[in-house]
T-cell receptor, first 110, second 116 residues
């Protein structure tokens, strides 16, 4: 069964501090992992996907198959990063649904 | 493109009443998803359609919930009768049946449902 675990409901940091939002997954095959973000009063939107190996708004995430993790990181948090972050997983064969974690609210204080 | 459109944006109803939520996906998208968001459980997939056909409804909590997609540009999620525990934000999303690497779901603004 597919499962995504985000152990932290809330992560509070000061501006300029490093941020790491944790995501662990369970999947028997080779997964595709995504991070979605929901800013206040905005729609949920894709932030980044592991297969693209991209950095968006200073965020990066590396898929660690050994630890079954896909943690989201940013070296210096900004106040505008405050949002709800969801990690999501999908199988990579054909089209399959996304399974989301329960989300982590990131609060960046000045 | 206005993106995924949902209506109403807010709905307040009394327990026992029927509630109908509406969604218009992005034109040309092959897949449509209904999600429910709560503080405790996060984002849960309720049901999804491919080319208007329901593919997986295993996330629908009870028989009180039903969803339809009569055509490529419209879908409804109905709760009858509604209960206070149904209070949540309901999201609709759509996506293309493109190669898996490009698979991205586009979300609507959500409908905030309050059942009193």
């Amino acid at each position: 069964a597919q499962r995504v675990t985000q152990p932290e409901k809330l992560l509070s940091v000061f501006k300029g501090a490093p941020v790491e939002l944790k995501c662990n997954y369970s999947y028997s095959g080779s997964p595709e992992l995504f991070w979605y973000v929901q800013y206040s009063r905005q729609r949920l939107q894709l932030l980044l996907r592991h297969i693209s190996r991209e950095s968006i708004k200073g965020f990066t995430a590396d898929l660690n198959k050994g630890e079954t993790s896909f943690h989201l990181k940013k070296p210096f948090a900004q106040e505008e990063d405050s949002a709800m972050y969801y990690c999501a997983l999908s199988g990579n064969t054909g089209f399959q649904k996304l399974v989301f974690g329960t989300g982590t609210r990131l609060l960046v204080s000045p | 493109d206005a993106g995924v459109i949902q209506s109403p944006r807010h709905e307040v109803t009394e327990m026992g009443q029927e509630v109908t939520l509406r969604c218009k996906p992005i034109s040309g998208h092959d897949y449509l998803f209904w999600y429910r968001q709560t503080m405790m459980r996060g984002l849960e997939l309720l049901i999804y359609f491919n080319n208007n056909v329901p593919i997986d409804d295993s996330g629908m909590p009870e028989d009180r919930f039903s969803a339809k997609m009569p055509n490529a540009s419209f879908s409804t999620l109905k709760i009858q009768p509604s209960e206070p525990r149904d209070s949540a934000v309901y999201f609709c999303a759509s996506s293309l049946a493109s190669p898996s690497v490009l698979r991205e779901q586009y979300f609507g603004p959500g409908t905030r449902l309050t059942v009193t």
